[in-house]
């Protein structure tokens, strides 16, 4: 893992910075009332989304859930368009319609994000199902919570991946809450991988706060699943640094466990991993300096944006007018 | 006494567990982020634990499980959180508890409520917006509770963890939490199936239901104020089953109808209402029956799309002065 | 040559799978032909991959078409009965139809969901619903319902060829239905309403399996003197209102029939926008006639006791004309 060339760690460093700022103006413009309803963050998981999406081609589908700002912006969608679409601007990728728990770039492969819980994962195999009929070479890749997994349709899309030998790679953000309800409270199961076995679907589990294990789990797996060997899960442990959504008073967990956790930052590892390499301490500030300038332009932008026209609010319901759809 | 809408929830939720052994919750989320209500039923979930399930996202399981139990001499409540997330559950809730007491020719009973927290509440986009009544009214063996006040909340939920033989959705509505009300202790119900008159007129009545009832109230208001109109309000409680005579009667005194109502415009609430107008109502009928509803169209997250889609106190003046301004122009033989 | 609903369906399938090699036909048991056995065969013809078989998980394969979908496939989803969609509805509604919507008109969902309806005999409760309102309350959706062989040959075409979500509902007691299906039968367009039988004194309006009721009911009592005219949907989602208000302004009067349950149903929008579009055009109450409030119950004297025919319509026509 450490024969990996430099500038791939500096990217991967820049893009974790890059998630981490992005969602720290979310949470600063949330408290301040400029975000409209309740965005989810991935602090403290973005090593995931970068390890993953690092193996992932422009065109290669990915699906998120309701926690999506982090995903989106690792498989490359602009921040400016992005934020925008959180704040529900006429700019943003979605034109205001989707906001951030429907983040959709289609043209980047992100075939959306979801507000509901394991609503991602059937879609993300219809996507993979038709990589495989038209042989394009493209897989899919579904980012999903552990509490997802309580819900019946995972299990369906278990078995129904394997049965026809999906290229989908499942993704699971296990960071130890459904919500509000932590994973021993919710599963018996203590691992998701667990779950793959019985469908015959090779999987692992693996430190999801370490990009650079995720990263070479996430090649490993990617290859095999581009290969045509079929479906891979993934389970990353990683820690919902945040709550549930801005503004959760998160009375469900100790300020123990929350310092406990913040020792993992994903962001701290990566950089002590570079130091301790020898890379000077002057080229990390560089890299947080641009990144932090980059996305505050972008935010600043996305604040000017317009807002959407309400005279607009019908559009994009069906694809062609169908001739009595609407009433006067 | 004054309560919130969310506090006339807790409070039914905590009376009835201490009422009835048999009452189980499965969730606990109900009173959704109301901190008031969430303090007054806490110290009920500490007291009566042992039969709060702590429930995984499994909303189909998690129904289906609230019905085993009423069928097997228990009493339950599910807490399906947001009210879109009943569509995970649906087959559940319509296919299964809907049928059982029919399908097994009364054998069995399925007294079991699940409570959703349904509507447009402001950015909560496509997925999280849904107003479920519509839908669910039309599944013969289910009981849909819309209470558009604290007092209805309170009494309509207590009565169906505690009385009620058929299996309810109660649907507490996101912006109706924080509305308060007058509830006098101890006072009986007006039973279920009865709409209510929030307000008498002789001009216009209008018909809602949910969160359109404070907004009609508001709206009446400002028509008898700004217009000289006297308008009635009437508050249908619930969906299934339907006061459509409490309805006919306003509508019979009044001559002209307004039916304020946040489902979408086709198919919802509103259209059954303006169907039973047309039917049996006809004649009372001066001027066409006006819906003020959402147009047909999924609700996008962004705030001015949003507004512009909402059901508004001001909307329903508008559509209130079109059908007051209108006049039949021929004369009707029935 | 005169062939069955299920024989004309299996033709449009085939010759739209020929036609379009994007189109896959998945579902549970349909490369052995489906429940109803409207896609035997086709497997022979176009292969495994195209007429595949699914498990029995109708959450996941109605999310795995909308996901192919969105990527390319034009996929034909058969939901066995339209009761089990119940268990689709969380991705019919909260997905495959807000889809477009939600990403600003980025993405699309060009998918049919076929499926069966209605009462036949003897199903009882889980397996005989008509439950096509709900599909027509969420915005994104079409709702097609044909009335005939024919009629859902051109209406699947159109619907296959749309870019959104299109639930196609056929009526199980159309399936034996036969009809003489024209070489020069072509894609019928969704959203405009069909004049079944013309006539002057009621509107009978109706879609699916009640268009044929409608118009038993029509020429028995154009015995009695009363001239009827019957209105065929086609499509519920979109409704097409001016089609209705030009017969009801012929006809002042109007009877909605369906086999669907009365209360909330298709009768309701169409008697709610009739009593605003055509308020001064009637000269009597609207009527609606559907099932009354109740499952659909097993026993056959209790199910034909439940379901409306031709003498309900019948009825109500001779009260608006009496």
């Not at chain 2, 905590?14 to 110290?43: H, Q």
């Not at chain 3, 299920?6 to 579902?27: H, W």
């Not at chain 3, 005989?128 to 599909?135: A, N, V, Y």
């Not at chain 3, 499509?235 to 209705?244: G, N, R, S, V």
């Amino acid at each position: 893992m450490t024969d990996l060339a430099l500038d791939k760690l500096y990217g991967f460093y820049e893009q974790l910075w890059r998630i981490r700022l992005f969602e720290g103006h979310v949470q600063r413009l949330a408290a301040k009332g400029e975000v409209p309803g309740f965005p989810h963050l991935s602090t403290g998981q973005e090593a995931v989304a970068v390890g993953v999406c690092a193996h992932l081609a422009a065109n290669d589908y990915v699906f998120s859930s309701h926690r999506a700002h982090g995903h989106v912006l690792a498989k490359g969608s602009d921040p400016y368009a992005t934020f925008a679409e959180i704040i529900g601007r006429q700019d943003g990728l979605c034109r205001g319609r989707g906001g951030s728990m429907h983040l959709v770039d289609a043209a980047n492969g992100v075939m959306g994000a979801t507000g509901v819980v394991a609503g991602n994962l059937s879609l993300a195999a219809g996507a993979a199902w038709a990589a495989q009929a038209l042989g394009d070479g493209r897989i899919a890749v579904v980012f999903f919570g552990d509490g997802a997994t309580g819900a019946g349709v995972f299990h369906e899309t278990l078995n129904l991946a394997s049965l026809w030998q999906l290229p989908l790679l499942f993704v699971c953000e296990n960071n130890g809450y459904a919500e509000f309800t932590s994973r021993e409270e919710h599963s018996k199961v203590a691992k998701v991988s667990a779950f793959a076995a019985p469908y015959h679907l090779p999987a692992e589990t693996i430190d999801g706060n370490d990009v650079l294990v995720v990263n070479a789990a996430a090649a490993a797996a990617v290859r095999s699943i581009r290969s045509g060997a079929g479906p891979r899960l993934l389970e990353c442990m990683t820690y919902r640094m945040a709550g549930h959504y801005v503004g959760d008073a998160q009375r469900y967990r100790s300020k123990e466990e929350l310092a406990a956790m913040k020792e993992k930052d994903p962001i701290d590892r990566l950089r002590a991993h570079l130091t301790q390499r020898g890379e000077p301490a002057a080229e990390l500030e560089a890299i947080e300096k641009r990144v932090a300038s980059e996305v505050q332009a972008a935010v600043e932008r996305a604040r000017q944006a317009a807002r959407p026209d309400p005279a607009t609010v019908l559009d994009y319901v069906y694809s062609q007018p169908l001739s009595t759809t609407a009433e006067a | 006494m004054k309560i919130s809408f969310a506090q006339g929830v807790a409070m039914a939720i905590s009376e009835s567990l201490a009422a009835d052994s048999r009452l189980l919750l499965i969730g606990n989320g109900f009173v959704g982020l109301n901190m008031e209500a969430r303090a007054l039923l806490e110290p009920a979930l500490r007291e009566f634990a042992d039969r709060i399930l702590v429930a995984p996202v499994s909303e189909l399981a998690l129904a289906g499980a609230g019905i085993g139990a009423a069928m097997a001499g228990q009493r339950a409540a599910v807490d399906l959180s947001t009210g879109s997330f009943i569509f995970q559950a649906f087959a559940q809730v319509v296919n299964e508890a809907a049928n059982v007491h029919y399908m097994s020719g009364g054998q069995t009973t399925a007294p079991v409520t699940f409570c959703s927290l349904a509507g447009m509440r402001s950015a909560g986009a496509a997925q999280h917006s849904h107003r479920i009544q519509a839908m669910l009214g039309q599944v013969p063996g289910l009981q849909v509770l819309v209470p558009g006040g604290a007092d209805d909340a309170y009494h309509m939920l207590k009565w169906a963890l505690l009385q009620s033989q058929n299996p309810t959705v109660f649907i507490s509505h996101a912006l109706l939490l924080g509305e308060t009300g007058e509830l006098t202790p101890g006072a009986p119900m007006l039973p279920v199936g009865k709409a209510r008159i929030r307000r008498e007129g002789r001009d216009l009545s209008i018909i809602a239901s949910s969160i359109t009832v404070p907004r009609a109230l508001e709206a009446a208001q400002s028509l008898e104020r700004d217009h000289g109109f006297s308008v009635e309000v009437v508050d249908l409680r619930s969906i299934a089953p339907l006061d459509r005579d409490t309805v006919l009667k306003s509508v019979a005194k009044t001559g002209r109808a307004v039916i304020a109502d946040e489902c979408h415009r086709s198919f919802g609430v509103a259209a059954e209402i303006a169907a039973t107008l047309a039917e049996e109502g006809l004649a009372y009928l001066k001027a066409p029956v006006c819906r003020v509803a959402v147009p047909d169209v999924p609700v996008p997250f962004s705030p001015p799309l949003e507004a512009e889609l909402t059901v508004t106190a001001d909307k329903i003046v508008a559509g209130a002065l079109k059908v007051l301004n209108a006049g039949s122009t021929m004369r009707r033989p029935v | 040559m005169e062939t069955t609903f299920i024989e004309i369906m299996r033709q449009a399938l085939d010759e739209e799978m020929t036609r379009d090699a994007s189109v896959y036909l998945i579902g549970e048991d349909v490369a052995a032909g489906g429940a109803f056995g409207v896609s035997r065969g086709l497997v022979d013809k176009h292969g495994p991959l195209r007429v595949r078989n699914t498990p029995i998980s109708e959450a996941a394969i109605t999310g795995l078409a909308t996901g192919a979908a969105l990527c390319g496939l034009r996929p034909v989803l058969e939901i066995m009965f339209i009761d089990f969609a119940t268990l689709a509805m969380d991705c019919l509604v909260n997905q495959s139809a807000k889809y477009r919507y939600m990403s600003g008109g980025q993405l699309s969902v060009p998918m049919v969901v076929r499926t069966q309806a209605g009462a036949a005999g003897g199903a009882a409760a889980q397996h005989s619903q008509s439950l096509e309102s709900w599909f027509i309350h969420v915005p994104g959706l079409v709702v097609v319902a044909p009335s005939s062989p024919v009629e859902a040959y051109g209406l699947f075409k159109s619907s296959l060829r749309l870019d959104d979500p299109v639930l196609f509902i056929e009526h199980k007691r159309l399936y034996a239905m036969k009809e003489h299906l024209p070489a020069d039968a072509a894609a019928i367009p969704l959203g405009r309403a069909r004049v079944a039988r013309e006539g002057s004194d009621v509107t009978v309006i109706a879609y699916s399996a009640m268009v044929r009721t409608a118009l038993e009911a029509a020429q028995q009592l154009a015995q009695e003197g009363v001239s009827v005219e019957v209105i065929d949907l086609r499509t519920l989602a979109p409704l097409d209102i001016e089609t209705l208000v030009r017969s009801v302004t012929k006809t002042r009067r109007v009877v909605i029939a369906h086999e669907a349950v009365e209360c909330g149903g298709v009768g309701a929008e169409v008697a709610a926008r009739l009593g605003a579009a055509a308020f001064d055009e009637l000269d009597a109450p609207i009527m609606r006639v559907g099932c009354p409030f109740a499952p659909i119950p097993f026993a056959p004297e209790l199910e034909q006791a439940l379901l409306p025919g031709r003498e309900q319509i019948v009825r109500a026509v001779r009260e608006l004309t009496s």
